[in-house]
T-cell receptor
Framework: NAGVMQNPRHLVRRRGQEARLRCSPM?????VYWYRQLPEEGLKFMVY????????ESGMPKERFSAEFPKEGPSILRIQQVVRGDSAAYFC??????????FGPGTRLTVL | KNQVEQSPQSLIILEGKNCTLQ??????????LRWYKQDTGRGPVSLTI?????NTKSNGRYTATLDADTKQSSLHITASQLSDSASYIC??????????FGTGTRLQVFP
C-alpha cells in the first residue's frame, strides 16, 4: 500500500504564473488535508476536503488559492498568479475518517 | 487564541543520551495530542497520539506524557541514535479534524 504521494516534489515558477500541486491519498482514504510550511515555521492548515466536497477552507487565502478533490484522480491545490511570498513547502495528508493523518513528502514551491 | 508552543527550539545531544522535549498548549476544546517526527525534506510521521484520558504512551524509545489539567505534554527519547536527528512537532486537535501545529523542536544527535 503506497503512502501519500505528492508531485511534483519541487516546482519553480516565475511571478504571475500558475502552480498546480497534486496529492494522491493512501488507498482507502477519502479525507485530504493541505498544509503550508514556511521556512523555520510550523505547518499551517489550509484546507480539508472529502471526495468532491470542501469541508473546511478556513486556512486558505481568499484570493488566488483553490483546491479540489474530484471523484476520480488526485487532489489539486492550485495557486494562480504566484508571488514570492507563496514560496514554501506544501504538504498533503490523508486520513480514513477522523483518524491519524498520514503526510506526503511535500512539494517545495519556489517563486522566482 | 489556540496555540501550541514547544521548547526548546533546538537541542543538541550526544548519541546514547536521553532528552525530553516540552509542549504547552492553549487549545480548547481539546480532542487529542500527537507527536510527529519530521526528517529534513520529508513529511511528518506520527509517533504517538493521546486522548484526554491518557497520561502516557510509548512507541519504542519514544515516550509521550500528557497532563490535561496543566495542558502540558512531553516527549522523552531514550538512548538517542543518530537517526533521531529531526524536528519533533507537537500537534493538538481542536476537534477531530483540525490540527494545530507547534513550530517544533529541532534535535541534532552527534556521535
Amino acid at each position: 500500500n503506497a503512502g501519500v504521494m505528492q508531485n511534483p516534489r519541487h516546482l519553480v515558477r516565475r511571478r504571475g504564473q500558475e502552480a498546480r500541486l497534486r496529492c494522491s491519498p493512501m488507498k482507502g482514504h477519502s479525507h485530504v488535508y493541505w498544509y503550508r510550511q514556511l521556512p523555520e515555521e510550523g505547518l499551517k492548515f489550509m484546507v480539508y476536503l472529502q471526495k468532491e466536497n470542501i469541508i473546511d477552507e478556513s486556512g486558505m487565502p481568499k484570493e488566488r488559492f483553490s483546491a479540489e478533490f474530484p471523484k476520480e484522480g488526485p487532489s489539486i491545490l492550485r495557486i494562480q498568479q504566484v508571488v514570492r511570498g507563496d514560496s514554501a513547502a506544501y504538504f498533503c495528508a490523508s486520513a480514513q475518517g477522523a483518524d491519524t493523518q498520514y503526510f506526503g513528502p511535500g512539494t517545495r514551491l519556489t517563486v522566482l | 487564541k489556540n496555540q501550541v508552543e514547544q521548547s526548546p527550539q533546538s537541542l543538541i545531544i550526544l548519541e546514547g543520551k536521553n532528552c525530553t522535549l516540552q509542549c504547552n498548549y492553549t487549545v480548547s476544546p481539546f480532542s487529542n495530542l500527537r507527536w510527529y517526527k519530521q526528517d529534513t525534506g520529508r513529511g511528518p510521521v506520527s509517533l504517538t497520539i493521546m486522548t484526554f484520558s491518557e497520561n502516557t504512551k510509548s512507541n519504542g524509545r519514544y515516550t509521550a506524557t500528557l497532563d490535561a489539567d496543566t495542558k502540558q505534554s512531553s516527549l522523552h527519547i531514550t538512548a538517542s541514535q543518530l537517526s533521531d536527528s529531526a524536528s519533533y512537532i507537537c500537534v493538538v486537535s481542536e476537534n477531530t479534524d483540525k490540527l494545530i501545529f507547534g513550530t517544533g523542536t529541532r534535535l541534532q544527535v552527534f556521535p
